[in-house]
């Protein structure tokens, strides 16, 4: 018995799922690229706690005369909720401020330094920064040399 037939049939359903399985390769591949590309420009805040507020700023007062009060947490939740750090890959950008360029208020505990290293948007304590939380415009301040670009949303409450 001759199947040449078989064969001859074979090659156009080959050429089909060969097709098919190409093309549902590119739509995987495009989804997972415009995922990553989505997680790396989605602004990141910090978790508002009063546990977290209260160690920033014993962190930054730390053997001051200054105490901890509901009235200092409520200004801090404030501005803590008009930061956003976003993830961008590093492009030298001479418009953008450097975190460097912001004085570090560490006059009462000299160990504080700036957040370069190791710097984690999910630790990150802006108490210890001299931001000015009262511009009526926005704010972009990179981390030096570093993927990411603190945003501080302008103030509005007048």
Same mark, same amino acid.
């Given at each position: 018995m001759n199947f040449n037939f078989l064969n001859h049939n074979r090659k156009p359903i080959y050429l089909?799922? *060969?097709s098919v399985l190409t093309f549902l390769a590119i739509i995987f591949l495009s989804f997972s690229s415009y995922s990553q590309e $989505?997680? &790396? !420009? #989605?602004p990141q805040t910090l978790k508002a706690s009063s #546990? &977290? @507020?209260k160690s920033f700023f014993e962190e930054v007062h730390k053997g001051s005369p200054y105490k901890y009060d509901k009235e200092r947490e409520r200004i801090y939740l404030e501005q803590l909720s008009r930061i956003e750090i976003i993830h961008i890959p590093y492009v030298e950008n001479k418009n953008l401020v *450097?975190? !460097?360029? @912001? #004085?570090? &208020? *560490? $006059?009462?505990n000299s160990n504080l330094s700036y957040d370069f290293s190791n710097f984690d948007p999910k630790k990150f304590n802006f108490i210890k920064y001299s931001f000015n939380f009262y511009l009526t415009y926005d704010q972009f301040i990179r981390v030096d040399n570093q993927d990411y670009i603190i945003h501080i949303l302008p103030y509005t409450n007048f």
């Open positions: 089909f799922l *060969n $989505k997680d &790396l !420009s #989605e #546990e &977290l @507020i *450097n975190l !460097s360029t @912001i #004085e570090l &208020l *560490n $006059k009462y």
